[in-house]
């Protein structure tokens, strides 16, 4: 299948060599000229056979809008544009009415993997018409992990239900980081326990808290055992914000994600052993730049 993939940072670069892979033609676009293969999106457009499937997998916000507010001038009656960037769900309404009065289809696509999507494969949560879903499946059975369909990817329900999905999952991400950080900090904080890289290594089969992040955060531990060379601050790119501020819409108790957004707050006033295992485990997962500590001064 041919697709016109939009952005091609640490995961859409990674997207597009997982496409190519799997046999498809990815023609991709990117404002830097050492790894786009088009100049322009209006040259993107003339690249691809209609009716013409274009991912955009760009920062959410004023960016994505922009666009995909451009692809509406470039593309065509029976094209259809997929989201995969971290939208907001509230975003993915007007944009799907604005392809929509020229004909063009509109999926959104919350994408789980980060930087290791290339070789596990991404975990995929759709929104959108049983029409454009199957359009794109070719792609999405291909970015997805190997296994049955339904254990990497689910098609939520209509337009929205996908970035939604993926709010919940990041919010969910948070509060999973910051319990196996703050279990960190208190083996770190105990004298009889000699190394707490080690127990968190020995954690990562058999045990019930054994997960991908955790084996990630006894990778972490491994690599750095003090984290010295991190610092405690985290940012917070949003999903965690929206996904309490609908649990207050909802009226549904989120404590866990709420304490753990604000752990993120409070990262930025004061260094914390268990803020630095959440900027670590961040980085490993998702590539996602850290704070180091300065040697200097």
Same mark, same amino acid.
């Given at each position: 299948?041919?697709?016109?993939?939009?952005?091609?940072?640490?995961?859409?670069?990674?997207?597009?060599?997982?496409?190519?892979?799997?046999?498809?033609?990815?023609?991709?676009?990117?404002?830097?000229?050492?790894?786009?293969?088009?100049?322009?999106?209006? /040259?993107?457009?003339?690249?691809?056979?209609?009716?013409?499937?274009?991912?955009?997998?760009?920062?959410?916000?004023?960016?994505?809008?922009?666009?995909?507010?451009?692809?509406?001038?470039?593309?065509? /009656?029976?094209?259809?544009?997929?989201?995969?960037?971290?939208?907001?769900?509230?975003?993915?309404?007007?944009?799907?009415?604005?392809?929509?009065?020229?004909?063009?289809?509109?999926?959104?696509?919350?994408?789980?993997?980060?930087?290791?999507?290339?070789?596990?494969?991404?975990?995929?949560?759709?929104?959108?018409?049983?029409?454009?879903?199957?359009?794109?499946?070719?792609?999405?059975?291909?970015?997805?992990?190997?296994?049955?369909?339904?254990?990497?990817?689910?098609?939520?329900?209509?337009?929205?239900?996908?970035?939604?999905?993926?709010?919940?999952?990041?919010?969910?991400?948070?509060?999973?980081?910051?319990?196996?950080?703050?279990?960190?900090?208190?083996?770190?904080?105990?004298?009889?326990?000699?190394?707490?890289?080690?127990?968190?290594?020995?954690?990562?089969?058999?045990?019930?808290? &054994?997960?991908?992040?955790?084996?990630?955060?006894?990778?972490?531990?491994?690599?750095?055992?003090?984290?010295?060379?991190?610092?405690?601050?985290?940012?917070?790119?949003?999903?965690?914000?929206?996904?309490?501020?609908?649990?207050?819409?909802?009226?549904?108790?989120?404590?866990?994600?709420?304490?753990?957004?604000?752990?993120?707050?409070?990262?930025?006033?004061?260094?914390?052993?268990?803020?630095?295992?959440?900027?670590?485990? &961040?980085?490993?997962?998702?590539?996602?730049?850290?704070? &180091?500590?300065?040697?200097?001064?």
């Amino acid at each position: 299948m041919q697709l016109g993939l939009i952005g091609l940072g640490k995961m859409g670069f990674n997207m597009r060599e997982r496409l190519r892979q799997g046999g498809h033609e990815v023609i991709g676009y990117d404002p830097r000229a050492e790894v786009t293969d088009v100049a322009t999106l209006a /040259d993107l457009a003339a690249a691809l056979t209609a009716p013409r499937v274009v991912w955009a997998m760009v920062p959410s916000g004023d960016v994505t809008r922009s666009t995909i507010e451009a692809l509406s001038e470039v593309l065509s /009656d029976g094209d259809l544009v997929i989201d995969g960037g971290n939208s907001r769900y509230t975003d993915d309404g007007p944009n799907a009415k604005m392809l929509a009065d020229k004909g063009i289809g509109y999926i959104d696509a919350g994408v789980s993997g980060g930087i290791w999507g290339l070789t596990e494969g991404y975990g995929l949560m759709v929104g959108g018409s049983d029409a454009d879903i199957a359009k794109a499946m070719p792609i999405f059975d291909t970015l997805r992990p190997a296994g049955p369909v339904e254990d990497g990817f689910v098609h939520a329900g209509p337009v929205g239900a996908g970035h939604f999905t993926k709010m919940v999952h990041n919010g969910i991400e948070y509060a999973l980081m910051t319990a196996y950080a703050e279990g960190y900090e208190i083996l770190a904080a105990e004298p009889l326990v000699k190394s707490p890289a080690e127990v968190y290594q020995a954690w990562t089969n058999g045990t019930v808290v &054994r997960s991908w992040l955790q084996q990630l955060l006894a990778k972490a531990l491994k690599e750095d055992p003090q984290l010295a060379d991190i610092s405690g601050y985290t940012d917070d790119s949003g999903e965690g914000r929206w996904t309490v501020e609908e649990a207050i819409r909802l009226r549904v108790p989120v404590p866990g994600i709420a304490a753990s957004l604000f752990a993120r707050f409070l990262s930025r006033q004061d260094d914390s052993p268990t803020m630095k295992a959440v900027a670590a485990l &961040r980085n490993q997962f998702g590539g996602h730049a850290v704070k &180091r500590v300065s040697t200097s001064g």
